[in-house]
């Protein structure tokens, strides 16, 4: 059978497979044109390797001017990108220059400890402060660290203390404790904590009415959410702002009242707009939402004319928008806008248009997009290729689903990629539908070879196995060299296939 012949032992695109995993493939990175700025030089450790220290000796050296205020913004920047460690190695650095540091500093130091090394490193650090160092911004820092983890009883127990050193006397504490328990799904205790606010006289400021309000939205009480909105308009220290009213147009939006949410729209852009491009990605994103398309093109023709130049994420938002909406001939036309002014190409906005294309069972505009940025980008396509996958296999085309699988492995570079579990899940019922066991266990030497075979995919192999009425008599061995945990579920399909 064709199918056999494709993944059996013997067949080149399984051997391919199975050994080129380890190959190299070329990353491609962006890096800041700008070489005499810190940050650039600091952004660029990533790729290149070295010290913060180094870098950062270094500028000083070439008699670079280097002042705090610039140190602070660099820090400000690799934290807001997830670079923790860089972030914490500028703050050391400049510890050991005693750098005029100030609480605010602590408070940074506080929280990216706990970002780059773990709640205890936070908590020793926090431990060692001075007396004079602890006060109501540290002790704020670790209960936030606490709450981002959501670890309840630890938040709970700092607060008290707190309460106790008379801290608790602004809204923020009571933001982070919102914040947690909207995250643990809680939100009735979000309600709680508001009335506890009204309680001590603690006024509440934005953001704490937009935590309210999504708890009501959450909980699809739009009763209780206009009437968090009706005690904002209220308050004379807060103004209706675009945040509390993009909120609420999510909200309507998530519960169907597309009326109500467009109202809530319009009186949004009546606020004064944030200066960042995100404004408009929220504006197309939420009359995306409402299935609005006029809206969503009025909306991105006025990001355009607000900045000199759009962004790859700008053109993503669009793309997903339009994609959403089904406007494949805008989509059309907007990606190859894109494409003709890009310096930098972004395989995330040729992931979209492939998907949007396959949904419509446009396979030679798809394969089109992907060839041309295969030519573009050095950079790697393994979510391009998976796409192709899943999309092959629903089609019953496993031969040109393996391409895109020995594509993505010629790719991979220490490590760097495993198939998503849709993936695999897609490949594992071709093989249940087609009773296909050795083409099953083929797969699943590949995915032992890029260091994903896990307990998962056994109970995927064990239901090919079911399906095709075959027994595995050296399961426990093989689960046994593979460190696989027996689940309730495992056991149930193991007695199916392993004889007594």
Same mark, same amino acid.
């Given at each position: 059978m064709k199918v056999r012949r494709l993944i059996s032992s013997g067949s080149w695109v399984v051997r391919k497979l199975c050994t080129t995993a380890t190959e190299t493939a070329t990353e491609a990175v962006s890096v800041a044109p700008r070489r005499d700025r810190l940050y650039s030089r600091l952004s660029e450790l990533r790729v290149k390797g070295g010290t913060v220290a180094q870098t950062l000796n270094d500028y000083v050296m070439e008699r670079k001017h280097l002042s705090k205020d610039e140190l602070t913004r660099c820090i400000k920047d690799l934290r807001k990108y997830g670079r923790y460690q860089h972030a914490l190695d500028v703050i050391d650095w400049m510890w050991r220059r005693n750098l005029n540091l100030s609480w605010k500093d602590y408070v940074m130091r506080i929280d990216l400890l706990a970002k780059a090394k773990g709640i205890d490193a936070a908590e020793n650090y926090f431990s060692g402060l001075h007396p004079d160092a602890k006060n109501q911004f540290t002790y704020g820092a670790l209960l936030n660290c606490y709450c981002y983890e959501l670890m309840t009883e630890k938040a709970l127990a700092q607060f008290e203390e707190m309460d106790k050193l008379q801290y608790v006397n602004n809204c923020l504490p009571f933001n982070n404790l919102m914040s947690m328990y909207m995250k643990l799904g809680q939100y009735d205790k979000v309600h709680a904590l508001v009335d506890e606010m009204k309680k001590r006289n603690i006024s509440p400021v934005a953001y704490t009415y937009t935590v309210w309000m999504q708890s009501y939205g959450c909980l699809n009480?739009?009763?209780?959410?206009?009437?968090? $909105?009706?005690? +904002?308009? &209220?308050?004379?220290?807060? @103004? *209706? #702002?675009?945040?509390?009213?993009?909120?609420?147009?999510?909200?309507?939006?998530?519960? !169907?009242?597309?009326?109500?949410?467009?109202?809530?729209?319009?009186?949004?852009?009546?606020?004064?707009?944030?200066?960042?491009?995100?404004?408009?990605?929220? $504006?197309?994103?939420?009359?995306?939402?409402? *299935?609005?398309?006029?809206?969503?093109?009025?909306?991105?023709? /006025?990001?355009?004319?607000?900045?000199?130049?759009?962004? @790859? +994420? *700008?053109?993503? %938002?669009?793309?997903? /928008?339009?994609?959403?909406? #089904?406007?494949?001939? !805008?989509?059309?036309?907007? =990606?190859?806008?894109?494409?003709?002014?890009? *310096? #930098?190409?972004?395989?995330?906005?040729?992931?979209? %248009?492939?998907?949007?294309?396959?949904?419509?069972? +446009?396979?030679?505009?798809?394969?089109?997009?992907?060839?041309? /940025?295969?030519?573009?980008? #050095?950079?790697?396509?393994?979510?391009?290729?998976?796409?192709?996958?899943?999309?092959?296999?629903? &089609?019953?085309?496993?031969?040109?689903?393996?391409?895109?699988?020995?594509? /993505?492995?010629?790719?991979? &570079?220490? @490590?760097?990629?495993?198939?998503?579990?849709?993936?695999?899940?897609? =490949?594992?019922?071709?093989?249940?539908?087609?009773?296909?066991?050795?083409?099953?266990?083929? =797969?699943c030497r590949v995915l032992k070879n890029l260091n994903c075979l896990n307990s998962d995919t056994y109970c995927l192999l064990l239901k090919t196995y079911i399906a095709a009425d075959k027994v595995v008599p050296d399961i426990y061995q093989r689960l046994e060299e593979d460190d696989i945990e027996l689940s309730k579920e495992f056991q149930e399909l193991i007695k199916k296939v392993c004889p007594t």
């Open positions: 009480d739009i009763g209780g959410v206009e009437r968090v $909105l009706e005690e +904002m308009a &209220k308050d004379s220290e807060v @103004n *209706s #702002n675009w945040t509390a009213y993009s909120n609420l147009a999510a909200i309507y939006i998530k519960a !169907g009242q597309y009326e109500k949410a467009e109202l809530s729209l319009k009186k949004l852009e009546k606020c004064p707009k944030p200066l960042e491009r995100e404004a408009y990605h929220f $504006l197309i994103s939420l009359y995306t939402g409402t *299935s609005n398309l006029a809206e969503v093109k009025r909306v991105w023709d /006025a990001l355009k004319g607000a900045f000199s130049s759009v962004t @790859n +994420m *700008s053109y993503l %938002v669009m793309l997903r /928008a339009l994609a959403k909406l #089904n406007d494949l001939d !805008g989509l059309k036309e907007c =990606f190859k806008e894109w494409e003709s002014i890009c *310096s #930098n190409y972004d395989p995330r906005l040729a992931v979209t %248009v492939i998907h949007a294309y396959l949904t419509q069972d +446009m396979i030679e505009e798809a394969k089109w997009v992907f060839e041309k /940025a295969l030519k573009r980008s #050095n950079g790697h396509f393994f979510k391009l290729r998976e796409t192709f996958m899943v999309y092959f296999l629903k &089609k019953q085309q496993l031969d040109l689903a393996l391409e895109h699988m020995e594509g /993505a492995v010629s790719e991979v &570079k220490d @490590n760097n990629w495993q198939p998503a579990l849709e993936t695999v899940t897609a =490949f594992f019922d071709y093989f249940t539908k087609e009773k296909d066991v050795d083409g099953a266990e083929e =797969f």
